[in-house]
């Protein structure tokens, strides 16, 4: 397969069959862990549950979970399942898999059976034309998975549309507390979220990361005080977050390409840029 094309394609990293007895015998739970990869489950019986973020999902027959990198999970014992291990890159992939819910009841369960079934099978042989086969069955999952999702009335809109609203508020609190010096972590927890997950939600809709954000929200800040107030550059400084007065100077001229007192002359030139 052609390089440029296969790098926007998921990439399967393990695939298989778990049963959690053989794995945690005489365990009734697992320990929390974040994910580094998305995890798609398909349930092969009712029994335990999943808990992902917080929120617990009892496991049921023809259900799938959707666990994305950045979440924490864990869960209670014990299920059988199919399971893969996928990475997206960012992209169209990336943004349609973080729309889906994290649990969800396919409609066809035969058909997404097959599917995983077909996937492992092909990973574990590597047979001819293997990969191929791999993206077929993965995009014919995905598929399946928006139809399913669409149906039971929590389609990828709608978790769009509350990442959103998450990545709204979370740019509200940034406004209103830039002269504090928050952390991915304070901002996170505001949400009750985990950072990594925040972190990615956060670029994937708003196209920049958290601290990208703030500190163009910073420097809006420090540029409106220099040219309409009597401030110090130390106030300002202050004012937007900033440690030191020697700090502010080496962000804002790196940031803006003149210094905090240079941009402050323009006030006083009659034709200012």
């Known amino acids: 397969m052609d390089a440029a094309i296969s790098a926007y394609l998921p990439a399967l990293l393990q695939a298989g069959l ?9 365990q009734r739970a697992t320990m929390g862990r974040v994910m580094t990869q998305y995890e798609l ?3 092969l019986e009712d029994g335990g549950a999943v808990f992902v973020e917080g929120k617990r999902y009892p496991i049921r027959q023809g259900y799938l979970l959707c666990a994305k990198p950045g979440q924490r999970r864990s869960s209670e014992l014990h299920f059988r399942c199919y399971y ?13 898999l973080d729309g889906f819910p994290d649990m969800m009841q396919v409609t066809d369960f035969d058909r997404c059976l097959a599917l995983f079934a077909d996937m492992t099978d092909a990973l574990a042989h590597r047979r001819e034309a293997g990969d191929l086969l791999l993206q077929e069955r993965m995009l014919a999952l995905f598929y399946q998975m928006q139809l399913d999702a669409l149906a ?3 389609g990828v809109s709608r978790q769009l549309a509350a990442g959103r609203e998450r990545v709204k508020r979370a740019m509200e609190y940034m406004d209103a507390h830039l002269e504090y010096p928050l952390s991915l972590a304070d ?8 950072p990594n997950y925040f972190h990615r939600v956060f670029c994937s809709l ?13 420097m809006r800040r420090a540029r409106m005080l220099l040219l309409t107030s009597e401030m110090t550059q130390e106030e300002v400084a202050k ?13 804002f001229k790196r940031y803006t390409g003149q210094t905090p007192g240079q941009y402050r002359d323009r006030r006083y030139e009659k034709d200012p840029v």
């Open 18 to 26: 778990f049963d959690s007895r053989i794995k945690f015998a005489g």
């Open 41 to 43: 489950e398909l349930y």
């Open 84 to 96: 893969l291990y996928l990475t997206v890159a960012e992209g169209q992939f990336r943004q349609l």
């Open 152 to 154: 039971v009335g929590r």
């Open 187 to 194: 901002i996170a927890a505001q949400f009750n979220l985990h």
């Open 206 to 218: 708003a196209g920049k990361t958290p601290r990208e954000y703030l500190l163009e929200r910073r």
């Open 239 to 251: 004012a937007c977050g900033f440690a030191s007065a020697s700090y502010f100077h080496s962000v």
